[in-house]
């Protein structure tokens, strides 16, 4: 059964009055798992999308890079979308029901779908101040601190003044060795075999290829500083 199949069947019960809290009770193991994924990403998504008060063709292309959607299935993920933005459950509502279906695991998985927000969010050229705020509230309910955060932004968010550090989540007074290890650290969290293995769908692995560009940019950075 494909991904996009076990979505329509997720998004066939929340419209016959099942909450979203109940499709991710069901959805709590792989390869299920992928399917939580790919809703949470949806769903909070829409939220976002409502936080700077437009949705861009730009970031519906952004959403397509995520997630290849077969032809066919893009009334499914429509409903899903549309679904999820006009539900009168608040984007923290959602968040925390996210949080709760991996609660117990490690923060590898969330992290991961913070990625998947961030790429839509930047997809118009524009970070706007609302979407800071929106992705940063939904990151202190995933748990994450606020270093944590500042390396996913710092990875995604284009700008002129990004520091390399910050990138790898360490400090300019952190020593070489350890700046090695965190940079080693990223680019295992980084590869294909592990994201998968985290639940994260094969469609949105793609996702790493822009993770890897900053970790590896930032590394180099760093060692030319260090020249």
């Given at each position: ?79 899903l979308f549309n679904l999820a933005r006009t539900d009168v459950a608040g984007f923290e509502d ?88 965190a940079y080693r650290q990223l680019v295992r969290d980084t590869h294909p075999d592990q994201m ?32």
């Amino acid at each position: 059964m494909s991904l996009w199949t076990r979505i329509t069947d997720a998004v066939s019960s929340l419209a016959a009055g099942d909450s979203l809290s109940d499709v991710f009770a069901k959805l709590r193991t792989p390869p299920e798992r992928s399917v939580a994924f790919a809703i949470a990403v949806i769903a909070l998504g829409a939220k976002m999308a409502k936080a700077d008060g437009q949705v861009t063709k730009d970031e519906v292309a952004a959403f397509r890079e995520v997630f290849t959607i077969p032809e066919g299935e893009e009334k499914n993920a429509g409903r899903l979308f549309n679904l999820a933005r006009t539900d009168v459950a608040g984007f923290e509502d959602y968040a925390r029901k996210i949080k709760a279906m991996y609660d117990g695991d490690e923060a590898a998985p969330l992290c991961d779908l913070m990625e998947g927000l961030f790429h839509i969010a930047v997809a118009d050229g524009h970070y706007h101040p609302d979407e800071d705020a929106f992705l940063a509230r939904v990151a202190a309910i995933f748990g994450m601190d606020d270093a944590r955060f500042k390396r996913l932004r710092a990875q995604f968010v284009p700008d002129a003044e990004r520091d390399p550090y910050e990138v790898l989540g360490v400090s300019p007074d952190t020593p070489p060795q350890a700046i090695r290890a965190a940079y080693r650290q990223l680019v295992r969290d980084t590869h294909p075999d592990q994201m998968l293995a985290r639940g994260v769908p094969e469609e949105a692995v793609k996702l790493a290829e822009k993770r890897m560009i900053a970790i590896n940019r930032a590394w180099d950075e760093i060692n030319g500083q260090a020249a």
